[in-house]
């Protein structure tokens, strides 16, 4: 690792934490001990606002920053996989809030590490919901963000038509379908709805307040406690 890499990390470890003992940093940055006390030594010489000393431990003064960060060849390779997987299969917004961010990191770049990410040999076809589906997507995303209530009429497998409102807690890709886990107030339960299968989809003025038992919290640790209990149940 070039020095000028290692003091970027120094610096990235040190602001990540409350106080940072050099046998930590020497263990992570993978280097002794003396190296890192040296380093910390020439940053806090360059004007790096650490505090501490050896034997105790460093830690950034408050309200320090740095200039934007720079990616190396993989990690902007990693960045471009993402978005390209990813943006085909989001909705019409976040893919293009995506693309707009990919585009920034890749402006800045180094010519060597933005050639190397532009060609990537990882593609994804565009393949993905139909539009009417990526639209609904956006539309729940919102509002589970923004905590309001939505009215929906879904069509499930065997074509039955029922009309729901429900509190929507989020939105999950499953490799081939997207769907929405809520609160369902007509069942008063948690329900997963595919969202190619909303008919019709009205976001309500009303707003909802997480409430014990119908979060999404409380949704993952039933699943978990169905997980196990099927498992025991296999087991035995």
Not at 120 to 147: I, K, N, S
Not at 179 to 197: H, K, P, Q, S, V
Not at 207 to 228: C, H, I, N, S, Y
Request: contains cysteine; proline residues 5%; glycine residues 6%.
């Amino acid at each position: 690792m070039r020095r000028a890499d290692r003091l970027f990390q120094l610096v990235q470890l040190i602001r990540g934490r409350r106080l940072s003992t050099a046998a930590f940093l020497a263990q992570r940055l993978e280097v002794s001990e003396r190296t890192v006390y040296r380093d910390v030594a020439d940053l806090m010489a360059q004007g790096v606002p650490i505090e501490g000393e050896a034997g105790v431990g460093y830690r950034m003064r408050t309200g320090f920053d740095l200039p934007p960060l720079m990616f190396t060849r993989d990690e902007a390779q990693a960045l471009v996989a993402s978005v390209r997987l990813a943006q085909p299969r989001l909705d019409v917004a976040l893919g293009g809030q995506a693309e707009a961010a990919l585009s920034k990191i890749l402006a800045v770049l180094p010519p060597a590490a933005r050639a190397a990410a532009e060609s990537l040999a990882v593609y994804a076809p565009p393949v993905g919901p139909d539009t009417a589906t990526r639209q609904r997507l956006e539309q729940l995303r919102l509002a589970a963000e923004a905590r309001h209530a939505v009215r929906l009429v879904y069509v499930d497998l065997k074509e039955r038509r029922s009309e729901r409102v429900v509190r929507p807690l989020g939105c999950f890709y499953w490799g081939a379908v997207w769907t929405l886990a809520g609160w369902c107030e007509a069942r008063a339960g948690f329900r997963n709805f595919r969202i190619d299968r909303i008919a019709e989809l009205q976001v309500l003025d009303r707003r909802f307040r997480d409430e014990p038992g119908k979060t999404l919290a409380d949704l993952f640790r039933q699943v978990e406690t169905e997980m196990a209990e099927r498992d025991s149940s296999t087991d035995a």
